[in-house]
């Protein structure tokens, strides 16, 4: 098998061939920007669609439908004549002849484009990368969904009090976005559906803790967020752990540097991601974090044609020593920006730099209930609750999406319950994996 | 690990307990019946939701999303006061102390409905079994459309002309209702959807092959319907093989007893059933199609208290020589009737025998096209497509499931495209199973 796509086979031409690594945010922002561009534009994925990341752990929770969070990249692009997509992993970047190693062949680029995000960073203790769930793709969430529905299944069948309860105790490690979310979705889950759907578990027995390492949550937001986010989460009875942090966990006890032990079957692991990326980027030009180092155009250092975008690039700036937040808006700037560039570059014309422009910052902590920083104005309640979903609808790809996503909001709203607490796949808790049929 | 449900330790009335062993049509139907009766009722089923089976097809083909067609059980009964769930796989029957014997402990019952429906039917041929794909339940739908869309990406970029077009040629062995429903959506994906998105493959590469046993498709229907199923589908550019039989297919060569031999890479079998059932019913009850003899009450042979009801019964009668047709409504009515005959016998009250309403059937070719028999009237083309989706969106559970389907069907219709050709778990072709991630 030899990588033959369409636009190879009519590339007679000299435009130059723009490849991305990458379908998230910023790759695709980039490959729309480039949409009329003198280039040819190959996006290699290993899956064939985008994930709305941000939704994750609604799909986790059972809120809304996995599908309708993903959208296949060749519908977004159906009507760009200078574009192609293949589904392939890529394995090495070969930069002294300009080609990359993949799963369907070697492919030759002029231009190269690393947008391949994050994954979730467990710092090497393969104990909890073992036991710990990550959520950071569709898959990841579903055997999350698995996980706390079989789990609640099997607390009713337990008749070991502690058992049962350690069934009945969800441990969220990260108090950022992600956390702040899904335990706030764990507490509502609680409070909600526990006792109206599992008659025979009480919701007193249900835990949710929330341990975060700095001394608050959502430490990239205000202090004023942070703290109406403890106070909404506190409200809703899950029990939070600032300054604190996971020694180990061997699937039953989870130990945590303040002294406690939780006896729990559930462990969340959002507590912080590195770059993900493939081979053969020399070990000078990685930053902290696992990330590659750019500069002010997203170029990386020592190359004319390589570049990195979205969370796997560090721009490190006198303002920024940790570079961009590793958000969505970010990687989308990047991507747009460096469509521009790219076409300077080739024109011979003078490149500008990249200026993240941030938008503000918002955060879920359950119904009726965000946090909201924009510049200087700084809001929560209600108000951003609702700011919070529109932005994440208008942000959705595609309109049937948008669609369903509204419509599985509005019904959960009214209904105060939801359609999708499916185990569509079993998740084996020995060996962590979901079982195929 | 040891069944306590909460029922169970309430348990200390003389009402009889009614286990219920599965979650289709006709298990649902018979513990709403029992909602009021004086019975406690437990419902098991090896997964937590029920399945919509007739719209797997559309899950497979990447029209609807597959949270969307299945509905947590639990939710259905949330106002049931005598009625229990439990997630557990039924694995044998002891009729002689009146219990199960299942993977969460052992279950005591007064009644036994074995409700477990049916399975794919291979007839014995474990080549086929393994390489074709099944499509029986959500996970298997699943499968077959990360078949398709990973196929069709490897043909994008595969050079051997001849293993191009083995990718692309689709051969449905069945011509039921959903062999008929499938191939059609597949050659409607190709009219519309393949040089849209796939840049690079020609439509005309594509085929489309359904392969039936009898004289003609939809044999359960009218002469007329099978008549217009076929020039549909004709007309829609799929090659139609009837009075043919697969002999074998080895994952690259599917030969037919027609003389036939199809190179092809996706084989989707929907070529018969048999009666699922846990282990301990005796031989001598035993049916043709692994099904399980009742009486004119749906009582098992041989039994006070056991039941068989839906696709794994096998009611035979002068007029029903081979029972009756394993579709929903029939189970339904199986299941709506045993539980007033239940009812009956607990107050020692005369039970009345089932009498099965044939209420019609429809099947639907594609955009447009279905085909309908009404009792004498018989009717085909766009009104029968009407009739076909408002009767199978009335028929789905839950409000929520209700809105996705018509929202999705709305929007692809309008636009002839999807949004949910994603490939969320990768199928592995030499393993046949999915990989985790």
Redesign the interface.
Known sequence: ???????EQNNNNTRPRVVIVGGGFGGLALAKQLKKAPVDVLLLDK???HTFQPLLYQVAIGSV????I???I??IF?RHDNF?F???EVKTVNTENNTLTTN??TIHYDYLIIATGSDTNFFGNKEIEHYAMPMK????A??LRSLI??NL??A????DQREKFALMTFVVVGGGPTGVELSGALAEMRHLILM?????LSKYDMRVYLVEGKDRLLASMSTQASAKAKEFLTKADVTIYNSAHVESYDGFYLKIDNGKTIKTRNVLWAAGVKGEMPEGIPSESIAKGNRIYVDNINRVKGYENVFAIGDVAAMITDELPNGLPGVAPAAIQQGTALGKNLVRLIKGEQTVPFKYKDKGSLATVGRNKAVADLGKLRFQGFFAWLLWGFVHLLSLA????K??IF??WA??YF?K?????????HFNTETR?????
């Open positions: 098998m030899f990588t033959v796509s369409s636009q899956n064939n669609y439908e996995a599908d309708s993903g959208f296949p060749r519908r159906t192609s293949n589904m392939a369907i062949g793709n569709i898959p990841q579903l055997n529905l079989q299944e099997t009713l069948v337990t008749s109206k759907d599992y008659h025979g595609g309109f049937s999406n669609t369903i419509f599985s019904i959960n209904t319950n939801s359609d999708n607490r499916l185990v569509v796949r994996v979901t079982e195929g049929e």
